[in-house]
């Protein structure tokens, strides 16, 4: 089985993430095998000056897609854990929700790889990406 269904995304958002992720009431859209989409909504608690998005919410929004992406080509949630995330920023997103789009380039018993695109929500140009690598902790038993 690959992808998660919307139970398991729901019971993952709550009983695995911090209280300030969960406080991005993150909607994930698509948690599948290779693919994964989740929309941030705007909040005027997530801007800086000039009202556009922080960065910080912007990566948490990455770093968050690609443990639904990983999750979905397992079928289920493994504990992971980031080894490298690399945010690059092209430009400013404001007043719009922010879509995260993962997608997986690799998937090892130990590694898994894969980029995210940032994009305002209704725009077709890219506001960031993200490549990432993430360690997969061995489960006892």
Known sequence: MTGLTREQTEEMKTSLFAPWVQDLNL???????DRAVVRMPFSE??????GTVCG???MALADTSMVFLISGAFGEFRPMTTVTQTTSFMRAIAERDVIAEARLLKLG???AFGDVTIRADGEDAPAGHVSST???IPQKG
């Open 27 to 33: 909607t994930i859209e698509h948690a599948g095998a």
């Open 45 to 50: 608690r997530l801007t800086r000056v000039g």
């Open 56 to 58: 910080q919410a912007i």
């Open 109 to 111: 018993r130990t590694m």
């Open 134 to 136: 993430y360690a997969i």
